[in-house]
């Protein structure tokens, strides 16, 4: 097959993250990895295809450019999406649907345009496969076709992931508003707990006091162990015709060859001790957390714990790294105080796009009894919080030393970093 040209879209604030990713894994730089808004673009062939879709976190989906043109209306867009050879990627026998973005296109209709796209499809399989043509599933499609429209330009994919990638396989209880992976692996990143350019990890003990069903915590071993990111589920790239099994098994046995049999992965074979641990106040959350990391293999590399994040004391006997995304409004009061742990458990602060801002206040009190709890027994300890609340710092009563943006599906966030240091003791009285 001829060199392709990958887009790996992320998460805003993920591009740079990203690219270090898919650097450390091909090893690939300058015209052949190039960091745009909105994710990366990588030349490559078709197996570096499978192994991006099987080892990334940070990516959304490994799209396959197919063609790329002037447009400015539904006539050149249905001429170029008719001008692909389609048959060389499905048959008339698998479903499709056709997924369409713009930015600033000059067409009026997006609906409209889509449609266009689907008739082009369908009329190049009528000619190219004896007037059959392959049915539409908008619900569980066997391929999906993305197209995006600039104020100039349209460009069409190939999806070669299917489900988004952040589903990777083994969550099954989830609780209410789960953290995404693919967000979660950003702010280990974020936080130079992981580093993707290197593929290495730090030696610090990492800790979650508000650890929900696990999902940083779970991403963190995945990563320490060497596990890949996709290694229990499947991908639309197994339905597509240039799709070689046996290249596929070869490449899933390449990603998990050099998986450690011992728990502690990258952190050293003098330290087999767990260094990754999270803890939350309601223990049906620490349950379903338990169970999570049993699917996702990683059960032995973790400990999980039920406690309240403003009494439970150091995990480790170093200081190490605290990663949380802080819960807010009415979900403080089941996270952080002792003795709530019948009212529903932790949720992260994920909303869909339009949702009224959050009443920030309510929280106010507990951040500062977190704040005073760290610098109590946590000295030396450096925390980092996801948050849509930019005055976060001032409600801590800390000073932040770092801010990260990052966006958390439409919702702009920070990750904040605090270097704890030890209460200041009272001066005795004159």
């Not at 100039?152 to 589903?167: N, R, V, W």
Request: a positive charge; one cysteine or more; charged letters at 25%.
């Amino acid at each position: 097959m001829t060199p392709l040209t990958l887009f790996l879209p992320c998460a805003a604030g993920v591009e740079d993250f990203l690219a270090d990713e898919v650097h450390g894994l091909t090893g690939l730089a300058g015209q052949d990895l190039l960091t745009l808004r909105g994710g990366v673009r990588v030349r490559g062939d078709w197996a570096l295809a499978l192994r991006l879709n099987l080892a990334s976190r940070l990516a959304q989906r490994v799209l396959i450019e197919l063609a790329h043109a002037p447009c400015q209306s539904e006539h050149d867009l249905y001429a170029l999406a008719a001008g692909v050879p389609w048959e060389d990627w499905f048959t008339p026998r698998h479903t499709f649907r056709v997924d369409l973005t713009a930015q600033a296109s000059p067409l009026q209709s997006l609906n409209f345009a889509t449609l266009r796209v689907k008739d082009a499809v369908a009329d190049r399989f009528r000619q190219q496969a004896g007037g059959v043509r392959p049915s539409i599933d908008t619900q569980r499609p066997d391929v999906r076709v993305q197209a995006h429209l600039s104020s100039t330009h349209a460009t069409l994919y190939i999806d070669t992931s299917g489900e988004p990638l952040f589903k990777r396989g083994w969550r099954q209880d989830k609780g209410d508003a789960p953290l995404k992976e693919t967000l979660a692996a950003a702010m280990l990143a974020a936080s130079g707990w992981w580093r993707p350019a290197t593929r290495e990890v730090s030696p610090l003990p990492l800790y979650d006091p508000c650890c929900g069903s696990g999902t940083i915590v779970i991403e963190a071993a995945q990563i320490a162990l060497g596990l890949p990111a996709g290694g229990q589920r499947r991908f639309a790239v197994e339905r597509l015709r240039p799709f070689d099994a046996a290249e596929w098994v070869a490449i899933k046995k390449e990603a998990t060859g050099s998986i450690p049999t011992k728990v502690e992965g990258q952190f050293g074979s003098e330290t087999a001790a767990v260094r990754i641990f999270g803890s939350d106040v309601a223990h049906r959350m620490v349950d379903f957390a338990q169970r999570n990391a049993e699917r996702a293999g990683v059960a032995a590399a973790v400990q999980l714990r039920g406690g309240d994040a403003l009494q439970r004391l150091p995990p480790a006997g170093q200081p190490g790294v605290l990663l949380m995304n802080p819960p807010y409004g009415e979900r403080i009061a089941a996270a952080g105080v002792a003795g709530h742990k019948a009212r529903g458990g932790r949720e992260a602060f994920q909303r869909d796009a339009g949702d009224a801002p959050a009443d920030f206040n309510a929280g106010d009190e507990f951040f500062q009894r977190l704040a005073a709890h760290w610098k109590t027994h946590y000295a030396g300890w450096t925390a980092w919080l996801l948050t849509p609340d930019l005055k976060l710092p001032g409600r801590l009563r800390l000073k932040e030393s770092r801010r990260v943006p990052l966006w958390n599906g439409p919702i702009e966030c920070r990750m904040f970093r605090f270097d704890l240091t030890a209460r200041r003791p009272a001066e005795s009285p004159q």
